[in-house]
């Protein structure tokens, strides 16, 4: 953490009340962590840190107001492949938590199964788990951010999807 730094300065002297009132309204705001393009393929036993875990609902699109699970981490490991720098990008695992007919996964209990999965990944014991605890119990899983290994890789181009995204596979909870 930087210290506070006390000097006179010229932006006050220039924005005054805008540059206060600006501050004012900032100051406190959640850090945001760019994304930094996307992580390249061939990752293998990779090590991130989990920084979120939420249900949230579609803004926008077909399924606007559906549910969907969302979990992301920071990387630790490798630092870079290659020679671009890539602690501190993020992992990303994202399942649509409504019905989705003609998908591989196609019914909420179809996707409610791939999100246990990978509770359980992260050290979620799903067994003794009541449903109206589940909200929560993602929630308390972000706050305990542990450490997981994933692999990254990427699909050969099809017709249908002939630039294929990476794809990212979280493997286990691990200690680190």
């Given at each position: 953490?930087?210290?506070?730094?006390?000097?006179?300065?010229?932006?006050?002297?220039?924005?005054?009340?805008?540059?206060?009132?600006?501050?004012?309204?900032h100051k406190n705001d959640e850090t945001k962590i760019p994304g930094g393009g996307d992580l390249?393929?061939?990752?293998?036993?990779?090590?991130?840190?989990?920084?979120?875990?939420?249900?949230?609902?579609?803004?926008?699109?077909?399924?606007?107001?559906?549910?969907?699970?969302?979990?992301?981490?920071?990387?630790?490991?490798?630092?870079?492949?290659?020679?671009?720098?890539?602690?501190g990008r993020r992992t990303q695992i994202m399942e649509p938590l409504c019905d989705t007919p003609g998908r591989s996964r196609e019914t909420v209990e179809d996707h409610l199964a791939w999100i246990y999965n990978q509770l359980r990944l992260l050290g979620v014991d799903t067994?003794?788990?009541?449903?109206?605890?589940?909200?929560a119990?993602?929630?308390?899983?972000k706050e305990e951010a542990p450490y997981f290994n994933f692999r990254t890789w990427k699909g050969e181009p099809s017709k249908e999807y002939p630039n294929p995204r990476v794809n990212h596979t979280w493997l286990k909870a691990i200690e680190y």
């Amino acid at each position: 953490q930087m210290p506070k730094q006390t000097v006179k300065t010229s932006l006050v002297g220039k924005l005054g009340a805008k540059l206060k009132k600006a501050h004012e309204a900032h100051k406190n705001d959640e850090t945001k962590i760019p994304g930094g393009g996307d992580l390249p393929a061939g990752i293998e036993d990779g090590v991130a840190q989990l920084v979120e875990c939420k249900f949230s609902q579609y803004e926008k699109g077909d399924k606007k107001g559906e549910y969907f699970f969302y979990a992301a981490g920071v990387v630790v490991e490798p630092k870079k492949v290659g020679n671009t720098v890539i602690e501190g990008r993020r992992t990303q695992i994202m399942e649509p938590l409504c019905d989705t007919p003609g998908r591989s996964r196609e019914t909420v209990e179809d996707h409610l199964a791939w999100i246990y999965n990978q509770l359980r990944l992260l050290g979620v014991d799903t067994s003794d788990l009541d449903v109206e605890e589940l909200e929560a119990t993602v929630e308390a899983l972000k706050e305990e951010a542990p450490y997981f290994n994933f692999r990254t890789w990427k699909g050969e181009p099809s017709k249908e999807y002939p630039n294929p995204r990476v794809n990212h596979t979280w493997l286990k909870a691990i200690e680190y």
